[in-house]
């Protein structure tokens, strides 16, 4: 390990310095990356003979392969394309219609939560909820009243 300029009393860094600095702080993180994921192990023995961490130069040396780099994108569609999608996905379903269109077709009575609400109730049942139903309102009146206290401010 020479260190030219380093040992010079200048403090300058040369480019070759510079490209020293680059290649430690990249094996540096390719070690922190290797522990992280347990390709490496942490401590005494942190050179493993299973797995080497390449220098600058041997990188250099092996192509990368550019398809390999690209995601694979889809194809949009055209318009046409897209159409015939949603037309497809259409013929499965049925038309669509509202539940309650669909209830007054069925076939058959009427059911039986049906019946007992269109059935008229008996008229002293209907007396009393009349008057059951004027004492509520009375009384919600009351309330009401003794709730408020001064001058209304709108009118």
Do not use: C
Not at 13 to 37: V, Y
Not at 84 to 97: I, M, P, W
Not at 103 to 110: S, V
Not at 128 to 137: E, Q
């Amino acid at each position: 390990m020479e260190h030219t300029s380093l040992d010079s009393t200048d403090g300058f860094l040369s480019n070759e310095d510079f490209q020293r600095i680059k290649e430690l702080k990249a094996k540096k993180d390719a070690r922190f990356a290797l522990t992280q994921h347990g390709l490496l192990k942490k401590g005494a023995d942190s050179k493993s003979p299973a797995f080497k961490i390449p220098n600058s130069d041997e990188l250099s040396i092996k192509r990368v392969d550019p398809a390999k780099l690209e995601v694979h994108v889809k194809k949009r569609m055209s318009k046409e394309e897209r159409l015939a999608l949603v037309r497809a996905g259409r013929e499965d379903r049925g038309k669509y219609q509202a539940r309650a269109a669909i209830k007054q077709k069925k076939t058959g009575g009427m059911s039986n939560r049906q019946k007992e609400h269109k059935k008229p109730m008996p008229l002293a049942a209907k007396r009393a909820k009349v008057a059951k139903s004027r004492i509520d309102k009375k009384k919600k009146q009351q309330r009401a009243g003794k709730q408020f206290r001064g001058k209304k401010a709108w009118k």
